[in-house]
């Protein structure tokens, strides 16, 4: 019977600042990073991987608690740790002193995403079965049982959460046979970074549009006049029938947003995301009342269930944009899809960073197949870089991400990226100029 | 011109867990710590002292954090640091890789009200000047400088804060006298843990009623009958007259909160403390309109200006309880009383912990004299331990805070108890039974 032996954290980061690639008005410098955790186990070829994301200082802060957090995995059995996934989840969140710098939230919060994340993708290696496919070997009552539900029951009850996974159950064949012959619809935001020039803009929706893509997002709100110069350019090359969606990461305050919205709305885009602060539940509603028929859109830093179950309450939001290294993993994501059933509100999660899209790709199967039964108004984000670090990477085409098929949660990454990326140690931040980064 | 030359974080942690000091129905084991900055300069005896708040495991995760958080302050000048409060604030705050970690919440905000804490300190310090009285010299418009309005516009904007701090300014001299006739009101914890005894409770009463306490406050949530009984002993005590306070440390869910305070409705509490999660603004609201004239008090994990500016407009708050350490300091918490004096909203500060009460004392001084100009429902919490730690302790006689006079917030501890209580090679712990505290 297989033990896990230890678990490493891993300080990854990658250099992305320097090409300006994930630039938007709030974030002009990233660097994206993993803070990466390896369950070992003492089963020749059997580990679990899995990571949050960060986008660059502060990374080995999140390492550090990411090893706290895992420490009471080892010495026990795979079985054990992976057979009550629920159990397991509950044991590593149980820890009430490590509760106060929380709860739920910030660097703790990321941490038990990066450890429960690498705890399901060992659950789905040892069952030999993509994330999604593991999930949909479990019953509606194993899989709530997984779930918390801590502060929900005034939406979500346990009994109401069975009530709809069982009532998907039988359609389930059918939808997955869609999936394997198109796949997931998916949207690219790999044209619109706030730090490309006008010729790159314009180059890389054209080549968005070659490639098949129907949906294209685009960064706003550092400036107002370069962001009108800048749609203009857009919509010159997608042309009014392709969908524009718009992203402001949290720059503006509610009146302001209101205002550059209702300016902004002459380039008919479907959804403004992040018009304000990530916690603003009522801002958002006040937003998405003024600035209708444009959608409002959040989540990538949605920290916790308790603050999305308020913005379908407050009816604040049209898109619900959950993380999947920002929430506690699967535990903590499932019942936020069975909310935004509940609600009626589509959920497009958020991706890119590293490795979000070989993540969200397992969520958003899954969704379908047992969950939303619809694909109507959902599109998953992509965007094309970093892809080449993992050793499953995900594959789109013609604007849809095609099924997984290698067991796990796509999150191993290969050990040549490990060692050139680990930070400040593998031979790539070696040999880096000391200026690109801040070091300390 | 002093300079300061380096900034030291220590983790300092009291075995508060070994007599169950502290304990309620969420935090069984609390060892009360704090992740304590010292900004040492060139100038001989001038260093600022501040600290966040924590309650044991992860304290070094804070000081981490606090560690680099506070690096950008080496090398400037004291009087460029402390003379222009809001840029200090703002410059330590702009790192938008840490930004992502957060924003504002978290092991990340607790580090930065660390840091900005030992700052304001230091600028109290060097003006030889308690805080309160540091804030007194300062005029509406270099206040509002200081603050961080960000995202609140909806609510306070610089006009509005500029417009309340100066209506009160003709009353301050009255307002200052009363406290330094009467001190500032309070009420305490000390008697009601739930790890205590009955008649450990039952004498712990008494002897608040005798030293003239009119408030005292009970924990409650882990088991009802037991909450009925140690009640019931309660009101024997203190009688009919005194006000009781009750506290579930966020232990139930909306509908249970409901239920049970409605039940413990009939000990007559004026209010029930984080009935719920601290983040589900619309679940208090629910609990607010079900267990009136019951009042609802929270914010001791109220974790940003944002969500206390929520609370506010969805009226889901009797009572605004603001940490002094997990609010970003002075900057973010003058917003707070600020937008709790638009909605007319008494602020009872969170206190007791590792040196709170040293802190809030400040708060409440300044909040009577320049904001609220009122003491109304209004009283200060003040929990009876620890302060033989603090170069300037806190003073209470008859219920009521004596008026800070010593210079600075309040925050230095002694450097004896710094070395015995230095996690994990302090003297104390050092000797201290491993099994004591569960060490990785």
Request: hydrophobic share 40%; with cysteine.
């Amino acid at each position: 019977m297989p033990t896990i032996t230890q678990v490493d954290v891993l300080d990854i980061r990658f250099p992305t600042s320097s090409d300006q690639d994930g630039s938007d008005a709030m974030n002009k410098d990233a660097d994206y990073s993993v803070a990466y955790v390896i369950i070992q186990t003492d089963e020749p070829g059997l580990c679990g991987y899995g990571f949050t994301f960060t986008i660059g200082r502060g990374n080995d802060i999140c390492v550090l608690a990411a090893q706290q957090r895992a420490a009471p995995l080892v010495g026990h059995s795979v079985e054990e740790i992976t057979n009550d996934l629920g159990s397991t989840y509950r044991e590593l969140k149980s820890d009430s002193q490590l509760r106060w710098l929380g709860p739920d939230k910030g660097v703790e919060h990321l941490a038990l995403a990066a450890v429960m994340n690498a705890v399901w993708d060992l659950a789905a290696r040892r069952a030999r079965l993509p994330l999604w496919e593991l999930l949909s070997t479990m019953s509606p009552k194993q899989l709530v049982d997984t779930m918390d539900l801590t502060y929900l029951s005034d939406v979500l009850t346990r009994d109401r959460a069975i009530e709809i996974l069982e009532a998907g159950l039988e359609f389930r064949p059918d939808r997955l046979r869609e999936l394997r012959a198109n796949g997931y619809p998916c949207y690219t935001t790999s044209a619109g970074w706030l730090g490309y020039s006008d010729a790159k803009l314009r180059r890389l929706c054209q080549q968005a549009v070659d490639e098949g893509y129907t949906h294209i997002k685009i960064k706003v709100g550092a400036d107002h006049e370069n962001d009108l110069r800048r749609l203009q350019i857009v919509r010159d090359v997608i042309g009014p029938d392709l969908t524009l969606m718009l992203d402001a990461n949290q720059v503006w305050d509610v009146p302001e947003a209101i205002r550059k919205v209702q300016d902004l709305a002459r380039f008919s885009p479907r959804w403004i995301e992040e018009p304000t602060s990530p916690d603003d539940i009522l801002g958002h509603a006040a937003i998405r009342r003024a600035v209708a028929p444009v959608e409002v859109a959040t989540g990538e830093h949605g920290m916790n269930r308790v603050l999305f179950k308020q913005m379908f309450q407050a009816e604040a939001i049209d898109i619900c944009q959950l993380d999947s290294a920002r929430l506690a993993s699967i535990n903590e994501i499932l019942p936020v899809y069975l909310m935004a059933k509940i609600f009626n509100v589509p959920v497009c999660p958020h991706a890119g960073g590293v490795g979000l899209c070989e993540l969200v790709q397992h969520l958003s199967v899954f969704d379908y197949l047992a969950i939303s039964g619809s694909l109507e108004g959902r599109v998953t984000e992509y965007v094309d870089h970093l892809h080449e670090h993992f050793v499953d990477p995900c594959i789109v085409q013609k604007g849809a991400y095609l099924l997984p098929t290698a067991p796990g949660y796509s999150a191993k990454m290969f050990d040549s990226s490990l060692e050139a990326y680990s930070f400040p140690d593998g031979t790539y931040w070696k040999q880096a100029v000391k200026t690109l980064y801040k070091v300390g």
